[in-house]
Nanobody, 128 residues
């Protein structure tokens, strides 16, 4: 079993920055991708960013709405994935979820159904 625990959410003003962390524990060695999704009340959970493990490194993927503002990265020694969020906007307000997948490829990296493990979520609020 894999456990994912997010941290780092909070309140920030428009244009500010936050960094989310997702620490993986348990049998997380089979994860081939770690991703961030977000959800607001009444809406479906949407893809934000992902880090896909390839050899000793990885590839990153972003939704169009966060590209050039958010950066996803991974610290293998700490088994932790980060989401650095800059130039935050009110529309970034959401609950952010970390997810892990054991069987995704590039074409399915944004598919929520491909993710096997989920964290409990952390709230991000961007206020003007």
């Amino acid at each position: 079993q894999v456990q994912l625990e997010e941290s780092g959410g909070g309140w920030v003003q428009v244009g500010g920055s936050l960094r989310l962390s997702c620490a993986a524990s348990g049998r997380s060695g089979n994860n081939v991708a770690m991703a961030w999704f977000r959800q607001t009340p009444g809406k479906e959970r949407e893809f934000v960013a992902a880090f896909r493990l390839i050899g000793g490194g990885g590839m990153t993927y972003y939704s169009d709405s966060v590209k050039d503002r958010f950066t996803v990265s991974r610290d293998s020694a700490k088994n932790t994935v980060y989401l650095q969020m800059n130039r935050l906007r009110p529309e970034d307000t959401a609950t952010y979820y970390c997810a892990g997948a054991t069987g995704v490829i590039q074409s399915t990296i944004r598919d929520i159904g491909k993710y096997d493990y989920w964290g409990q979520g952390t709230q991000v609020t961007v206020s003007s």
